[in-house]
């Protein structure tokens, strides 16, 4: 599936649509160059989804756990890489199919990561304007 959108709005609405797609051990891996929206599109799907926390980036903090309608595992990895997701455990995490993954960055931690997986590509067309591709892999 492609759509283009052109405005915040439209991302979450397509974020909305999506996140009723989801099922427990869904791993969604997202990708798109910083600020294409990838901590955006998670933070408007775990809000319909019953997030009432904020959720913000975890590049910093490389992982963020949330509860609603599923435990949601929030993962950055942008400063990481394979041996040191190992170190923290995120490959006995990954393991888990009681929850569903957004996984920013994946391309870092690219062995640890199904292959059964949901891919969102998100490409920077203007100020608000997105296109997102979503493949099940
Ligand atoms: N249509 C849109 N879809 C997603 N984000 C948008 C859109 N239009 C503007 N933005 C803005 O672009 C920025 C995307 O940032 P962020 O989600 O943190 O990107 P990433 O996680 O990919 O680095 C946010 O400031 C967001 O408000
Ligand atoms: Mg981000």
Not at 23 to 51: H, I, N, P, Y
Not at 66 to 82: Q, S, V, W
Request: net charge neutral.
């Amino acid at each position: 599936m492609k759509k283009k959108i052109g405005s915040l709005q439209e991302c979450q609405k397509l974020a909305v649509s999506f996140a009723k797609t989801l099922a427990e051990g869904d791993v969604v891996v997202l990708s798109g160059d910083l600020g294409a929206g990838k901590t955006t599109f998670t933070q408007f799907v775990l809000r319909s989804l019953g997030v009432k926390e904020v959720v913000n980036s975890p590049t910093f903090s490389i992982l963020k756990s949330y509860n609603g309608k599923f435990r949601f595992e929030h993962i950055d990895a942008y400063r990481i890489n394979t041996d040191e997701a190992l170190n923290i455990g995120l490959d006995e995490l990954l393991s888990k199919k009681d929850r569903v993954f957004f996984i920013e960055w994946a391309e870092n931690i690219a062995p640890l990561i199904p292959k059964k997986r949901i891919s969102v590509r998100i490409t920077h067309l203007g100020e608000t304007e997105r296109e997102f591709e979503i493949i099940h892999e």
